[in-house]
């Protein structure tokens, strides 16, 4: 999970490092994003050698999460395996 930024698609992951994710967002979604510190769900192909996920796309908002949690890339075939991670708004 991460916090989505208004809209630049900017979310943070728990670990604190920032990224942006517009893929996987419809234009309704793109013209009223979801707001500040929300958590949202996000899937990715692998993470960069800075920690950074690669080929983010959004999944929509974590109404039942609380806080932000890093990818599970230990499964095959990276985070897509189920295991959507999320993020918070920060924009």
Known sequence: MCMLFRFMGQVQMAS???FKVASGMSDKERKH???LGAIVVYKC?????????RFPIYLGVAADKTKPTD???TSKGGNQAGKPATGHNDD
């Open 45 to 53: 192909q692998e993470l960069s050698k800075d920690g950074v996920p």
């Open 33 to 35: 994003p979801p707001k």
């Open 16 to 18: 604190g490092k920032l």
């Open 71 to 73: 990818p599970d890339m």
